[in-house]
């Protein structure tokens, strides 16, 4: 099967969780399948990151834009009532790029990642798919809620927008997949809509335990210019961390990860290293004794919890991370629906060592069972050759996440 992949940036460096999901599934895809890729970036690439995914592409194809043109088209998107995101993918000269290159690939079937890349996509007549991802319009709406004054209105225009645009698409492609449960019924608002649940995966061999010095209590990562990822870091140590250095005040954290904001930078003290940009985040997982994912806000499956806990770091987060995740509270993570119940976790998990080795043992065993690349492909590339093929989808099994066998909820009594 020919399979022309269309994504709004290159998916390398795997440093935003959108450029994960596309770069592995491509990966596997490209094993059985020719591959080509459509994407935009704004900034210049190395050789090295363009072979990382070339690699396993018949083709790649990048149209280079500015930042100074995507503000602009997505202010003249916001002034007209439309999606600031779509806008600022947007433009005459990518659309027009993507129809020529289309034309030459002549592909079997489109596979497009989220509804930015929609306005380049809806007048071609080929077979379409699109990776929703994650329920945008509900990952800004929570944000909106959280923030204030102007910011707050333009928030909460963006995710009006943006859920206009998550319903045009579903008339706009032939299928829809989306990362999980709950970010499908956001989206899908009428009940015969057939959305496929397309899980992540995680790379077993790459994020491996490995017994080291623990040098730090507790670690968060991400990338630190993402609001929900800013928001989380935060609260962790604003809010969470005073109420734990009651009662531990020595305890340390560390905020691993890429393009710190003020806000961010502004956390750094005596006990709270702020990192920056890191070659390998394996490192700062493992030297931690347990990782806190204090998510307030955002969208689809927290992948910082499935490396951490892939690699045998017992997991504290919220109900917000956890309702995607799946994982049963106290048995395979601790989750806290408060800043009480999120120090008081904190504080448990660090003094006892019997119940650290059990939620790593039992988090481990938790993504490995629920969550593979090769198993998640395998659907996605299912529902790709029926589009191909416009054949009608297969219904997916209630009471679990397919192809992974997931559960639903994320049971369990939380605290």
């Not at 000269?93 to 034309?103: D, P």
């Not at 077993?204 to 800013?230: H, L, S």
Request: aromatic share 8%.
């Amino acid at each position: 099967m020919k399979i022309l992949a269309v994504l709004p940036r290159f998916p390398y460096p795997l440093e935003k969780g959108d450029k994960l999901r596309a770069y592995h599934q491509l990966k596997q895809l490209a094993k059985s399948n020719q591959i080509y890729l459509f994407c935009t970036t704004h900034s210049k690439l190395s050789d090295e990151e363009i072979e990382a995914v070339s690699v396993f592409c018949a083709d790649v194809k990048i149209v280079k834009t500015t930042k100074a043109k995507s503000i602009l088209n997505a202010a003249i998107y916001f002034a007209t009532g439309r999606s600031l995101q779509l806008g600022y993918w947007d433009s005459c000269s990518t659309r027009n790029a993507f129809k020529q290159y289309e034309k030459k690939v002549n592909p079997d079937v489109l596979y497009c990642q989220m509804v930015r890349t929609m306005p380049w996509v809806e007048k071609s007549k080929t077979a379409k798919v699109i990776d929703y991802q994650d329920a945008l319009s509900t990952n800004v709406a929570r944000r909106a809620k959280m923030s204030s004054g102007l910011w707050k209105k333009i928030l909460n225009h963006e995710a009006v927008c943006l859920e206009k645009a998550e319903q045009k698409a579903l008339t706009v492609f032939d299928r829809y997949t989306i990362i999980s449960r709950r970010d499908r019924r956001a989206v899908r608002k009428e009940g015969d809509i057939h959305i496929d649940v397309v899980t992540n995966g995680i790379d077993f061999d790459y994020f491996a335990p490995q017994e080291v010095e623990k040098t730090a209590d507790i670690v968060f990562c991400g990338n630190m210019q993402y609001e929900p990822n800013v928001n989380a870091a935060k609260f962790l140590v604003e809010r969470i961390m005073p109420k734990v250095w009651r009662t531990l005040p020595d305890t340390t954290v560390v905020l691993a990860g890429a393009e710190p904001t003020k806000a961010v930078r502004a956390l750094a003290g005596p006990k709270v290293t702020v990192t920056g940009w890191v070659e390998d985040i394996r490192p700062y997982y493992r030297s931690a004794r347990i990782f806190v994912a204090p998510m307030l806000s955002g969208s689809g499956l927290q992948n910082k919890l499935l490396e951490a806990m892939a690699m045998g770091i017992p997991c504290v987060t919220t109900l917000v991370a956890n309702g995607t995740l799946g994982a049963t509270s106290k048995q395979e993570i601790l989750v806290g629906k408060c800043t009480d119940a999120m120090a008081s976790h904190i504080v448990r998990l660090l003094g006892d060592a019997k119940l650290r080795k059990r939620l790593s043992e039992n988090g481990r065993a938790f993504v490995q069972k629920n969550y593979s690349w090769i198993e998640s492909v395998k659907y996605l590339e299912l529902v790709l050759r029926q589009a191909a093929k416009k054949e009608k989808p297969n219904k997916q099994k209630k009471g679990k996440w397919v192809p992974n066998g997931n559960r639903t909820k994320g049971s369990g009594k939380t605290e």
